[in-house]
């Protein structure tokens, strides 16, 4: 950490000596960027220079104590060493909690998918759980959602339901949803009282902006259908369903809620955006994190993060062992706490890849 420290402490000294520059000066938007720059490095750099210090007045102290014969001299600089010390392991705190790396995407919106897997008719049923416990989550946050595409399953629930959450800090708060979670409880047609497990897997997409992933129109394949769900007369009437095909990578992203084809084109792609840009962010963190794990689970689709556990009101999050038993309040929307432990286990992961 202090090496990396030591060498935005030399880039801030670069900086200042090139924004003295005058032609630097002269270029307004060098000028600006540098500036930029700069600004972001400064709060750690003033923290940094207050550790040297406090570590410089330690080194003093005891040299104090180790030559001073007087008594009451030395129980001065024994007592302002402990004070010093106390000063400094708090600065260097801060500053590991300064120097790890946001995720560029927190601020973003998400997009989140979620899908029913193995177990049927309970599978779809626990989905539509999932979808209600995930908009009252975002209601208690003052955040927006907007179903994108969605396919009802007959006993209720959803087959697959697709939504975008607007807000602050959307995707980093959800973006730990994503794996797959387990439900155990008695389906309401099991007479025996048996429990089923089933399971849905959720997909969480940081929402991209057209800044994020450049694609070109000569690689989308269009094609529109007439929609097969709920969407008033023009349903299997008119052709408002849209399947757009982004022809390298294959991914193919259909949507079908919006009577409009525009607005049903418009809602496929940025999930086909978001999708995108979840592919450029994972193949940069794998190159990043080889040897190393920074991340609370791996973000597989696959991977089983957590289990409901209904007949002893209990969630389980696998990841990091976390258990409460306040499963109705969960799937009621709380779940902060889950939340929570999830950020805080994460930033102690990456703290020690600081260290």
């Not at 387990?182 to 959720?202: D, F, K, L, N, Y």
């Not at 389980?316 to 929570?340: A, C, K, S, W, Y």
């Amino acid at each position: 950490m202090f090496e990396k420290l030591e060498s935005l402490l030399k880039r801030c000294d670069e900086l200042h000596a090139l924004m003295a520059d005058h032609d630097v000066v002269s270029d307004r938007d060098k000028y600006q960027k540098l500036a930029k720059e700069l600004s972001s490095l400064e709060d750690t750099v003033k923290k940094y220079n207050e550790y040297k210090k406090v570590v410089s007045e330690i080194e003093g102290a005891r040299h104090m104590f180790e030559k001073e014969s007087h008594k009451e001299l030395v129980e001065m600089a024994k007592g302002e060493i402990a004070e010093l010390e106390k000063r400094k392991t708090q600065l260097k705190s801060e500053l590991e909690e300064m120097m790890l790396e946001e995720d560029p995407d927190d601020n973003k919106g998400a997009i989140m998918e979620i899908r029913a897997g193995t177990g049927g008719a309970e599978a779809s049923l626990f989905a539509g759980d999932l979808f209600r416990m995930y908009s009252k989550y975002a209601a208690n946050n003052g955040w927006k959602i907007e179903i994108m595409d969605s396919h009802t399953a007959e006993a209720g629930g959803f087959k697959e339901v697709v939504f975008a959450v607007k807000g602050q800090n959307v995707y980093r708060r959800l973006k730990y949803e994503k794996g797959v979670h387990r439900v155990q409880r008695v389906p309401a047609t099991e007479a025996s009282g048996r429990i089923h497990t089933s399971a849905v897997t959720v997909a969480v997409l940081a929402e991209a902006e057209d800044v994020d992933v450049q694609i070109n129109s000569q690689d989308l394949r269009l094609d529109v259908f007439r929609a097969s769900g709920a969407g008033g007369q023009n349903v299997n009437k008119i052709e408002s369903a849209v399947r757009i095909t982004h022809i390298p990578s294959g991914m193919v992203v259909t949507c079908q809620d919006e009577r409009s084809q525009s607005k049903n084109k418009e809602k496929a792609m940025r999930v086909l955006r978001a999708r995108l840009l979840e592919h450029i962010r994972k193949e940069q963190d794998e190159k990043i994190a080889k040897d190393r794990r920074i991340q609370v689970g791996t973000g597989d689709r696959s991977e089983k993060i957590r289990t409901y556990n209904f007949p002893d009101r209990r969630v389980t999050d696998h990841r990091i062992g976390f258990t409460i038993h306040d499963l109705p309040n969960v799937m009621e929307g709380e779940i902060g706490r889950i939340i929570e432990a999830l950020i805080q286990a994460e930033k102690r992961l990456k703290l020690e890849n600081v260290q």
